[in-house]
């Protein structure tokens, strides 16, 4: 008898036993696809995941983000929202909803999720100065530049040679200084 991963899901063995046995294998696959740009194949292959393993974080957030690859949005986010019903702390799942909705112009709520992926990310020095430095954009964008100079501050502290940061800097003051010119 050869033994596919097909074959393994509709035995009637544990669940454990094809968690273990059988999800690695399916997730490599999906992996494979999504990494050749066959972004239907993979959504194929991690909504197989999701349909035996639902509780599967990582099968929500990248199906999410091969469905966001062939901008198919409703479904991108459907799938975001559902990995972050499992994992409330899933900065992957944060930061690509954050940017999916950038792309759609929603600024708000990009700015929203990039707060919550800023509060669960995993630290790193220059990723973590890059997200507040994405931060302050988003602030700017909404005409907040008050909050946008503080978030490129944040930014500049975390990592001093950000030069993101400090172009973003200079935007947010010089906006400040016209803004208030143009009041005063």
Same mark, same amino acid.
Request: contains cysteine.
């Given at each position: 008898?050869?033994? /596919?991963?097909? /074959? ?17 294998? +399916?997730?490599?696959? $999906? ?25 599967? !974080? ?6 999410? *983000? ?5 901008? &198919? ?16 702390? @899933?900065?992957?799942? %944060? ?5 999916? #909705?950038?792309?759609?112009?929603? !600024?708000?709520?990009? +700015? #929203?999720?990039?707060?919550? $992926?800023?509060?669960? =990310?995993?630290?790193? /020095?220059? /990723?973590?100065?890059?997200? =507040?430095? &994405?931060?302050?954009?988003? #602030? %700017? !964008? ?5 909050? $946008? ?5 944040? $930014? ?11 172009? @973003?800097? *200079?935007?947010?003051? #010089? ?8 009041? @005063?």
């Amino acid at each position: 008898m050869n033994l /596919t991963c097909s /074959t393994l899901l509709q035995m009637n063995i544990s669940r454990y036993l094809k968690k273990v046995f059988v999800l690695p294998y +399916l997730m490599r696959d $999906a992996s494979t696809e999504f990494k050749n740009d066959n972004f239907r194949l993979a959504i194929d292959i991690y909504m197989k995941v999701i349909r035996y393993f639902p509780d599967y !974080y990582e099968a929500h957030l990248w199906a999410g *983000t091969a469905y966001s690859a062939i901008d &198919q949005s409703k479904d991108a986010i459907d799938c975001y929202k559902h990995a972050l019903e499992i994992n409330a702390k @899933g900065f992957d799942a %944060y930061y690509n909803y954050s940017l999916l #909705e950038l792309k759609q112009n929603r !600024y708000k709520n990009a +700015l #929203e999720l990039l707060n919550k $992926a800023i509060e669960f =990310y995993p630290y790193s /020095t220059e /990723t973590h100065s890059n997200l =507040y430095y &994405q931060k302050g954009m988003l #602030e %700017y !964008y909404l005409f907040n530049y008050h909050d $946008a100079l503080t978030s490129f501050n944040k $930014a500049l502290e975390i990592l001093p040679n950000n030069e993101f940061a400090e172009n @973003g800097r *200079t935007l947010a003051a #010089e906006s400040i200084l016209s803004v208030n010119k143009i009041s @005063g």
